[in-house]
Structure formats: structure tokens, C-alpha cells
């Protein structure tokens, strides 16, 4: 009975993960798909002004790098959490798949950061210090991993 009851605890989470990781690819998936969608809409079927159209395929742009993101997370927690969920792994290895997440994110925010920043530059020079700190955001994510890093080579 106790067997059954800890299989159990194992198995309801991963379900969950796995579900949690399937709705987050089909976002991501349906925002790549929409994105390239109006990236061709606004290149050939719309009348607006040349630079309007830069700003439209740059917006395009950042919601497929989130997608891109919201994929990799998913990713993340289905390698992660439900097929290496219960071994013990090596601590480098548990290292490089943070690693690799944390980047993600990170180029993530920066991408987004610097189109914001473009755009708010142009139009609204007076709102340019919400995509800064979007920057100033990832950059410390980045400073944070360098020292997880630093901290974690003594460890081995």
C-alpha cells in the first residue's frame, strides 16, 4: 500500500508537469505561427510608412524570442522535473541545464529590452526608462550567474 501511495506522489506531478510543458509548446507554437503570420501581413499587404513596418516585424520579432523562451521552459520542465526527476545527476550537469535556462531567459529580456528601447526612443524619449531597466534586469540575471558560477567551481 505504501508502494502504491509513493508511486503515486511520483507519478501525479510528473503528469502535471508533462501537461504544464504540452500547453506552454502549443502557446509558444501558436505565437511563432501568429508572429510570422503578421510579419508577412505587414510586409506585403499593408499600406502603412516603410519605418511603420520596421516597428510592426521588430514587434513580431520580440513575441516570437518570448515564444522562443515560453519553449524552452517547457522544455526545461519536461526534461527536468519528469524524465531526470527522481535520479541524482551529477552536479555539472544540473549546472549547465540551469545554465542554459537562465540564459534563455536572459537573452530573452535583453532582446526585448533593446527593440523596446529602440522604439520608445523614437516615438517617447520620456517613458526610455521601463525598457532600460528591462536591461539593467537582465544584466543582473547575467552577474547572477557569473557568481552562482564563481561559487559553485569551489564546490566541486
Not at 2 to 18: E, W
Not at 56 to 65: L, N, R
Not at 125 to 139: D, N, Q, T, W
Amino acid at each position: 500500500m505504501l508502494k502504491k501511495a509513493t508511486s503515486l506522489v511520483h507519478i501525479i506531478p510528473n503528469i502535471a508537469y508533462v501537461l504544464v510543458s504540452a500547453i506552454l509548446f502549443i502557446i509558444a507554437f501558436v505565437i511563432i505561427v501568429w508572429s510570422v503570420w503578421q510579419i508577412i501581413l505587414d510586409i506585403f499587404y499593408t499600406s502603412q510608412q516603410p519605418d511603420w513596418k520596421l516597428y510592426k516585424v521588430m514587434d513580431e520579432v520580440a513575441f516570437i524570442v518570448f515564444a522562443i523562451a515560453v519553449a524552452d521552459v517547457a522544455k526545461y520542465l519536461l526534461v527536468e522535473e519528469v524524465l531526470h526527476g527522481k535520479e541524482k545527476r551529477p552536479y555539472a550537469e544540473r549546472k549547465r541545464a540551469l545554465t542554459n535556462l537562465i540564459l534563455i531567459i536572459s537573452t530573452a529580456f535583453s532582446l526585448e529590452g533593446l527593440i523596446l528601447t529602440i522604439q520608445v526612443a523614437k516615438t517617447q524619449l520620456e517613458k526610455l526608462i521601463y525598457p532600460m531597466m528591462l536591461l539593467v534586469v537582465s544584466a543582473i540575471l547575467l552577474i547572477s550567474l557569473g557568481i552562482y558560477h564563481k561559487l559553485g567551481s569551489s564546490d566541486q
